[in-house]
């Protein structure tokens, strides 16, 4: 019998954003309104103004961002999901569909951001086992001609694994 683990977080509970993208953005906005202070770091700063603007404060790296933030974002990771499919009343029809809607975050894009969560993590000492897995699904992608489709694409590459 799997048990799920719950994980609690204080109202004003510090939370780190990195990567400001269309979802980095959204994601940030909704924790300040939430009520949590946030601290943001992109590798292009100036995609941070609005955010910051907003009430995020701004990191000069990586490490400085995740300071003691981390483990909270971490810790809160798997409710993500149930988040992201709250909307959805079959979750993951598209994907069995094989629909892949979107254009904002190819494979090829999110295979960069992988690329360098990898040099980055290597960078800081980092247990690199789960950055690299998500790394060479990605890879694996991109190498199947899926390059230009949206991001859930690697989810073939998962499934046929």
Do not use: C, F, K
């Amino acid at each position: 019998m799997n048990e799920q683990q719950h994980h609690t977080t204080s109202p004003n509970s510090a939370v780190t954003v990195i990567g400001l993208g269309p979802m980095g953005q959204a994601i940030t906005r909704t924790l300040l309104t939430a009520g949590h202070p946030v601290t943001v770091w992109n590798r292009t700063a100036g995609r941070a103004a609005g955010v910051v603007a907003d009430g995020a404060t701004l990191a000069a790296t990586p490490r400085e961002a995740a300071g003691e933030a981390l483990p909270e974002l971490l810790a809160s990771a798997d409710s993500i999901g149930a988040i992201l499919r709250a909307a959805e009343e079959t979750p993951g029809a598209a994907l069995d569909a094989d629909e892949h809607p979107g254009d904002l975050s190819t494979v090829t894009m999110m295979g960069a951001t992988a690329d360098h969560i990898v040099e980055t993590s290597a960078a800081l000492g980092l247990d690199l086992a789960l950055p690299l897995a998500v790394q060479a699904h990605y890879r694996h992608a991109i190498g199947n001609g899926h390059g230009g489709d949206n991001w859930t694409r690697i989810i073939d590459g998962i499934r046929n694994a």
